[in-house]
């Protein structure tokens, strides 16, 4: 974002300049479009979205100028785990970092990030009018000055311009397919971790293996692992709840035993030590079985 003589301020990036660990931009419908730390929670849900949306995407960049930091992140650098940080886990009030920020301000930014989109500002002018009465009463009033605009030029088949080659359609469809199919892959970890979460172990199962295999297609390793790791966590919890399977526990460490092959290639020390641990709480679970 730059802000021009004090007054304009422009959006530069729509997630575009994005870090190479965010989820990429795809063109299909129902696919996750954006930058993770920004979008609503139902945009991570399948839900429609709409001007609350937007709305909610201001909400959070007026918590980052204020506190300096986002309300839901992750160190790890964990692209899912901040997808459900964003759908279930509550932030941290404003003030609890800054406490120079007025309560007032504080109240419009929170309503803004609310979850539920029917407890957000509805539409824009509601909430300029939420910041306006934070300013107070204006003592005077500029009116913009009018500035002649030219309509944008279109094209259409009609008109003389060009249908797209079916060969470069293909082609471009090629060049998505794995940008659409980590987006699915991302998409059904944090299903499998929202079942956890309501401990529907079998919803859960479908949706982290539905992943693993999408994930292991495109070859993108270091997911897949994390995701292997957040398997392996269902599969234990569920062992915990009364709910054991010998098989599932094999498999479990089995996948971890891969990722510990990955973390180790990629130098992820600290998921490294907790795949270690998670094997051996599985492997000791299984034993329990057998005697």
Not at 44 to 65: H, N, Q, T
Not at 81 to 106: C, G, K
Not at 138 to 151: R, Y
Not at 248 to 268: P, T, Y
């Amino acid at each position: 974002m730059t802000v021009e003589e004090g007054k304009h301020t422009k959006l530069t990036d729509f997630g575009l300049a994005r870090r190479a660990s965010e989820v990429t931009q795809t063109t299909r419908t129902g696919q996750i479009v954006g930058t993770i730390s920004y979008l609503a929670p139902e945009r991570f849900l399948s839900k429609p979205a709409d001007v609350r949306s937007d709305l909610y995407s201001v909400g959070i960049v007026m918590y980052e100028i204020f506190t300096g930091t986002l309300p839901f992140r992750n160190d790890r650098d964990d692209i899912v785990a901040t997808m459900y940080s964003h759908v279930h886990d509550l932030p941290t009030p404003p003030r609890e970092i800054n406490r120079n920020i007025p309560e007032a301000l504080e109240i419009v930014i929170m309503r803004a990030i609310e979850k539920d989109p029917g407890r957000r500002f509805q539409n824009a002018s509601e909430f300029m009018a939420d910041i306006q009465g934070l300013l107070g009463p204006a003592t005077h009033t500029h009116s913009a000055p009018v500035t002649e605009t030219k309509p944008l030029k279109t094209f259409s088949p009609s008109s003389g311009g060009t249908t797209t080659d079916p060969t470069l359609r293909q082609a471009l469809d090629r060049a998505l397919a794995s940008s659409r199919n980590r987006s699915d892959a991302l998409e059904n970890v944090l299903k499998g971790m929202i079942a956890t979460r309501r401990r529907d172990y079998d919803e859960a199962r479908d949706a982290y293996l539905s992943a693993m295999h999408e994930l292991s297609a495109i070859n993108n390793e270091v997911e897949y692992a994390k995701t292997a790791l957040k398997y392996a966590t269902m599969v234990l919890q569920k062992a915990t709840d009364g709910r054991r399977d010998r098989n599932e526990l094999r498999d479990g460490v089995n996948r971890l035993n891969e990722a510990l092959r990955i973390f180790h290639e990629f130098g992820l020390h600290e998921q490294y030590a907790h795949t270690e641990y998670m094997i051996n709480a599985l492997e000791r679970t299984a034993i329990g079985i057998i005697f």
